[in-house]
Structure formats: structure tokens, C-alpha cells
């Protein structure tokens, strides 16, 4: 019997200029042996800094997808003209949904053309489907680390025991974390990679040397950071430069963390996870913030810098490095990611836990690894840890497996699967135990804030709930396109939630995955696209407020499939440019081309968040750091932080954030007219801040203080001046001075 023939350069291009005859033959490279290892030489081993900080370990060098290879790029293709007029089209439809005009008419014409010219690009194989590497064959281990299990249970039952109370204490969170690592431990397999890390450490201590490695790539990677950071960061301080009542709740957590209240969920303002209030303590005293504004901001900015990461690795694992970092930097830019992440409250927490949880939930099931459901897991539990809409996150892993299960690629690994379900909900139940502690202890208080959008708790449904959920789901659907809500606070109200390009983008990748789940029935594919609408039910089921949706904040998982489709979108694009020029100096123009994209859809961003949202938002928001600023001035020159206070007024400022912003984050300046009698007896100056359209508080008080001073501070806002009512300090011979 003869040996089949290895397949030649030849035999592989032939197959891909007729791809009607079956696919290309695999072309292996001459590789050694699997089971002969490198020998162990300095060269092999030394500590090397690589740049690219997001590529796989050595062992986890299986490409996602295949794309057409070096050799075919040589072939000169016509450009893809269908595809880019397809964006184009979009583009055009797009800018017809943009505020205020909103032409929907006109927008779904020019959208219904941009979906024609897209299937006729498919159909004309001018986009070149990329297909889902081979999952690998080798079976799941099952086995146990008997000793670790064993020793895991009496901590962990301990444990749950001593979350009792609701306070974090040393003796509860020992056996907690001991327990939990423990659990991991017994099921958890090792690799080589740390054994390899330990190796180089080793020899880097006995020979010291360092090789930095760059390529374009890394310098690629570099580039995107630095451009993400900026979006992150650029005017924190500033953009939202106010403060509203939901920030001094958080703060007045944060100040009973830092004064030894240790709590596992703080039922203030109906309820809130932890996560917030211990990063938020950690920021004031490492960064010297305290308690402020500032100390919030920076770690949901860090949150949501760090949701990136993991965007990029799941946008590898669907469309390899090129649609990674394209992912990376949209999400990184976009108006919608950088609003919730800079307002100081919990809402990037969502797709911080929510994106390694679906990464490494691909990953095990795709490539049958153990670990992976364990992470997954983790981050999982941590996640239910940090903003409530989490609390779905488990239905969407569920949901990914059920359409695991459901499609070819399960074949011989169904029950492996469903193993590593039960293993991952295991591990993120033990990093849940003590909001389950809690839970169980107060479930009206831990689930208030759920069932007041969910049912009837604070109102009736305003028609039949099905009726509210169909609107609430189509109202979601459509927000990347055209209204993605009212909220001022967290949102240009009414405007998409992409800008217009990258919603163009969106609807191209949409598309295009679509069209290839169709062909190639992937079941990755099919839960990209389901896994948007089930992060966005946070939002969707706000049935009782069916106003209060869309929301940037509870959709705000959403973003990690949102921007992975819009990459390959955009990937698509490049590629339609590569077919014509792509060798040469003509490669300059695709590159060239992607610039351009990317500047404007960075340029519309920057002005949506710099000037659009902090323009419509501080004219929203109250000034209370103005009002702060002057009691502050007040009390270091002449007065006293105990003598002024602010004349409360209906739907004016929260005299808490006065406090907070004049330095005396503890002290609320809140003084009612009837209260006005007992500063009579405070003969030192006294300072009171009063609403201009309170004009009885006025009366009240020069009838008090005849002697005082009446003062306009003019604010170059309209709407947000305020009176000052200056009272002299009283002399020892009872006699008020001047001010």
C-alpha cells in the first residue's frame, strides 16, 4: 500500500484559486518531534521581555482562525469594490440617524443596499470566510487531587458559618480564601509554563541579561495602548466634572470602609456589592485622593482599562490577531465604554468580570481545557461581587453551552462539557459564598433593587409584560444604531450608542458572522451574536420602568461581542483593499486606509465624550464643587467649616457633595429656614448659601441678621448661580464687624 502523496505549493494554490473542488491541503512546516524537547542552552531559557503583552504562552499556540496565507496574497485580486461599497452605503444610512434630524425612512433604505452589496460580496467570494481552526481531540482530564478536595469542604462550610453578620473578619476570610484555593488546587492541572518561568528566573540569576524584543507588531500594541489610556484618562479630573446624590451614597460606603466596617454587600440606597467600596478605599490612601470624586473615578477608569485585555483576547479567538486589536482600540476609544467608566460608579465592573468569563469560557470549550472553566468561574463569582446586572452573566454561560451542545463541534466531548460547566459553577459558587451568606440572610434587601425594575415592588406594569418586553428588547437591539436612551447622567440622551462609523462597522461584522454561521455553522458564531441581547437583559428587563431603557450602564456587557463585530467588520474593509494591494509599496494603502478609519472614529468619539456629553452633563448636574469651593475659601480665610451652611431648596444641590467637595467629606451643610434660630448664639462669621428662587430663606435671614451681606455668585452656566448671605462676625462688645 502506497503512502499518500504530501501535498506540494502547487497542489495548496490550485486549491485556493478553485475553492468549489474542497478545501486547501494543510502545508506542515518540518518541525522535530513532539517528544524530543529543545536542549536546555542559555539561548532557549534566558528571561526575554517580550512587547506584545497579549500573545499566548508557548503552549497555546493554536490559531483561532485560518487566513489566507502569504502565498495567496501574491496573487493579484481585483479590489474588493462590494464590500467597501457596502460600508460605504452604511455609512451613509447611518448619518441619517444621526441627532438631531434622525431620518429612519431614509437610514433603512441606504442600510437594506449596504446588506445587498454585502451578500453579493459573500456571494462573489470577494470576502474571504475565514474558518474556525479544528477543535482538539484530546479528551478533558477528570481526575482529582483527593487531599485538596478533601481539605477544601470543613473550610469552605466554616467559612459560610462566619460570613454571618455581614462583615468580612480575618477568621471568615482565611477559611475562605484557604478553602478556595484548596478547590483549586484539586482540580486545578499544571502546566509547564511556570515550571519554564521558574527555569528563566533561575538561569537570569546566575547570568543577568535581558532580551527586548520589537517588532511592528509590538509597536502596533504600544500605539494602542497609549491611545486607549489617553480616551481612559485625558481630563478625569474634569469629564464629569460633577458629582450627583449616587456618588455620595458610594462615598459614604467607602467612608465606613475606611473607618473599619468591613461589610460583604451595604444595604445604603437599596443595596450595593463590595467590589467598588474596597477598590475605591484602596485609591484614597494609596493615591492620596481620600475620600472624593477623584477616588471613584480613577478605579472605574482602571476597570474599564483593564476590560480591554481580555476584549482583545476573545476578539483573537474569533478573528485572529488583526480583528484582536482592532477590538481593542474601538472599544477603547468608544464613547459608550468611556462614559461608564469615567462617571465613578460601578458600571464598568460588568464587563471587566464579564469578558474573562466569556474568554476563558470559549477557550474551554473550544479547546477542551480544564483550566480554562476554572477561570472562568473565578471571574465569574468575582463578577457577581461587583454591579448587579452580573447577576445574568450565569445565564449566559449557560447559554453558551447549551449551543456548544447543540452543534457539530460538541461531537465526543458533550459530557467533558457539561463537567466543565459543573466545575465552573462550583468555582465561581465558592467566590460567591459570602453574598450567598448574605442573600440568604436578607434576600428582600439583596434582591430589592432587581425586583423594583422586574416586578410590581414600587409600581404597576404600565401594559402587559409582554408587550413591554418585546418593545424593551427591540428599543436594546436598536440603540447601537439609533436612541441608546434618556439618562443625562451616563448618556447623550436619544443619539446612538456608536458613533457613526463604528456602527457601520457593527452592521458589516453582524453581517458577515452571520453569513458565515450560515455556512459554516460554528456555534461560536451563533453565541456571539445571542450573547448581545443576554448581556443586555439588565436593561431589557426594566419592566416595571420600561422608561429607563435602553441603558449604556446596564447594557454595558454587551460592549465586549458589540466591538468584536465591529472589528471584523473593519477587518473586512482592510481585506477588501489587501486583495488589490498587497505587495509592495502599494501594502502602504490598506495600512493607510485603516489609519484614516480609525482617526475619525477616534476624532467623533473624542468630541462625544469631550465635548458633547461634558457640555449636555454639567448642565445637568448641580455645581456643587462651586458651592464647596466657597465654603472652602470661606473657611480658611475669615470663618469656619461649621459656620456656613447651605439652605436646602426642592430638586437643588445634595448638601452632601457640598461637603465632600469643600473637604469635609463627613459633614452635610444642610440647614432647613425653620433651623435658621440656632446659629444666633454662633457669634462667629457665618456663611449661608441659598438657592436664587428661595426667596423666603432671604427674608428670613436679613430679618434675622440685619447686618448681613446679600451676594450673587454668578455662574457662567445658566441656571446655576447662587446667593451668598454673608453674616459679620460679632465683636466682644457685641458689635458685628464688617465683611
Not at 358 to 384: E, K, Q, S
Request: hydrophobic content about 50%.
Amino acid at each position: 500500500m502506497h503512502e499518500p502523496k504530501e501535498p506540494t505549493v502547487l497542489d495548496y494554490v490550485k486549491a485556493l484559486l478553485m475553492p468549489w473542488k474542497g478545501k486547501p491541503p494543510a502545508l506542515l512546516a518540518h518541525q522535530p518531534p513532539s517528544d524530543q524537547p529543545l536542549p536546555e542552552t542559555k539561548e532557549n531559557v534566558s528571561l526575554s521581555v517580550e512587547t506584545d503583552v497579549f500573545e499566548s504562552t508557548a503552549e497555546e499556540k493554536i490559531e483561532p482562525l485560518i487566513f489566507p496565507s502569504p502565498a495567496e496574497k501574491q496573487v493579484r485580486l481585483p479590489l474588493g469594490w462590494r464590500t467597501l461599497l457596502a460600508f460605504i452605503l452604511a455609512v451613509i444610512g447611518q448619518s441619517y440617524l444621526e441627532p438631531p434630524r434622525q431620518q429612519v425612512t431614509v437610514a433603512l433604505i441606504f442600510y437594506g443596499l449596504a446588506g445587498a452589496a454585502l451578500v453579493l460580496a459573500v456571494v462573489s467570494r470577494e470576502w474571504l470566510l475565514p474558518q474556525f481552526s479544528e477543535a482538539t481531540n484530546s479528551p478533558m482530564p477528570v481526575t482529582v487531587n483527593r487531599n485538596p478536595l478533601l481539605l477544601s469542604i470543613p473550610l469552605l462550610l466554616l467559612a459560610f458559618i462566619f460570613f454571618s453578620g455581614n462583615r468580612f473578619t480575618s477568621l471568615n476570610l482565611t477559611l475562605w480564601l484557604t478553602g478556595t484555593a484548596a478547590l483549586v488546587a484539586a482540580f486545578y492541572i499544571p502546566s509547564n509554563t511556570w515550571a519554564s518561568l521558574k527555569r528563566k528566573i533561575s538561569l537570569f540569576l546566575r547570568s543577568p541579561h535581558v532580551i527586548l524584543r520589537i517588532t511592528p507588531w509590538s509597536v502596533l500594541i504600544l500605539f494602542a495602548i497609549v491611545l486607549v489610556v489617553f480616551f481612559r484618562f485625558y481630563r478625569l479630573s474634569e469629564v464629569p466634572g460633577e458629582m450627583f446624590s449616587d456618588h455620595a451614597e458610594k462615598l459614604m460606603d467607602v467612608a465606613d470602609v475606611l473607618q473599619g466596617q468591613t461589610a460583604i454587600f451595604f444595604p445604603r440606597n437599596t443595596g450595593r456589592e463590595a467590589v467598588q467600596m474596597y477598590l475605591t478605599a484602596m485609591i484614597a490612601i494609596l493615591a492620596g485622593t481620600k475620600l472624593s470624586f477623584m477616588s471613584l473615578k480613577i478605579g472605574t477608569a482602571l476597570a474599564g482599562l483593564f476590560t480591554l485585555p481580555f476584549i482583545y483576547l476573545l476578539g483573537k479567538e474569533i478573528g485572529g490577531k488583526r480583528v484582536a486589536l482592532f477590538a481593542f482600540v474601538l472599544a477603547g476609544v468608544a464613547y459608550w465604554a468611556n462614559v461608564i467608566s469615567r462617571i465613578g460608579l460601578r458600571f464598568p465592573l460588568y464587563p471587566l468580570f464579564a469578558a474573562p468569563t466569556l474568554y476563558f469560557l470559549i477557550r474551554g470549550l473550544h479547546y477542551r481545557r480544564r483550566n480554562d472553566f476554572i477561570w472562568a468561574g473565578i471571574f465569574l463569582g468575582l463578577g457577581l461581587h461587583g454591579y448587579s446586572p452580573s447577576r445574568l452573566v450565569p445565564l449566559v454561560v449557560v447559554a453558551a453551552v447549551l449551543i456548544y451542545l447543540l452543534h457539530r463541534q460538541s461531537v465526543g466531548n458533550r459530557k467533558q462539557a457539561f463537567i466543565g460547566l459543573v466545575l465552573l459553577a462550583v468555582t465561581s459558587l465558592v467566590i460567591f459564598l459570602p453574598l450567598l451568606r448574605y442573600a440568604l440572610s436578607e434576600p428582600e434587601m439583596f434582591a430589592y433593587r432587581a425586583l423594583t425594575r422586574l416586578g410590581e415592588t414600587e409600581t404597576t406594569y404600565p401594559a402587559p409584560v409582554w408587550i413591554i418586553f418585546l418593545n424593551n428588547l427591540w428599543k436594546s437591539m436598536v440603540m447601537f444604531f439609533y436612541k441608546n436612551g434618556n439618562i443625562w447622567v451616563h448618556s447623550i440622551p436619544n443619539r446612538p450608542a456608536l458613533d457613526v462609523i463604528s456602527a457601520a462597522l457593527f452592521f458589516l461584522g453582524s453581517g458577515l458572522v452571520v453569513i458565515r454561521y450560515i455556512r459554516q455553522r460554528h456555534w461560536i458564531d451563533l453565541f456571539l451574536l445571542v450573547s448581545i441581547p443576554l448581556l443586555m437583559m439588565p436593561s431589557i428587563l426594566s419592566l416595571a420602568f420600561p422608561e429607563e431603557n435602553p441603558s449604556l450602564n446596564r447594557s454595558g456587557g454587551a460592549i465586549i461581542p458589540v466591538f468584536i463585530l465591529a472589528a471584523v467588520g473593519l477587518d473586512a474593509i482592510v481585506r477588501a483593499v489587501e486583495r488589490r494591494y498587497a505587495s509592495g509599496t502599494q501594502r502602504l494603502i490598506p495600512i493607510a486606509l485603516t489609519l484614516v478609519l480609525l482617526f475619525f472614529i477616534s476624532s467623533a468619539n473624542y468630541d462625544l465624550v469631550f465635548r458633547q456629553f461634558d457640555r449636555q452633563f454639567m448642565a445637568g448636574a448641580w455645581n456643587t464643587s462651586q458651592i464647596g469651593a466657597v465654603i472652602r475659601g470661606f473657611s480658611e480665610s475669615q470663618g469656619n467649616p461649621d459656620t456656613a451652611y447651605v439652605v436646602p431648596y426642592p430638586h437643588w444641590v445634595d448638601t452632601r457633595l457640598v461637603g465632600i467637595n469643600a473637604g469635609y467629606p463627613m459633614k452635610d451643610y444642610a440647614l432647613w429656614p425653620d433651623q435658621f434660630e440656632t446659629t444666633l448664639n454662633e457669634p462667629r462669621a457665618k456663611l449661608f448659601v441659598i438657592n436664587p428662587r428661595d426667596e423666603d430663606a432671604v427674608h428670613k435671614l436679613q430679618e434675622l441678621y440685619p447686618t448681613g451681606w446679600l451676594y450673587l455668585y454668578d455662574v457662567e452656566l445658566e441656571g446655576k448661580d447662587f446667593l451668598l448671605y454673608f453674616v459679620p462676625p460679632v465683636n466682644p462688645e457685641g458689635e458685628t464687624g464688617q465683611p
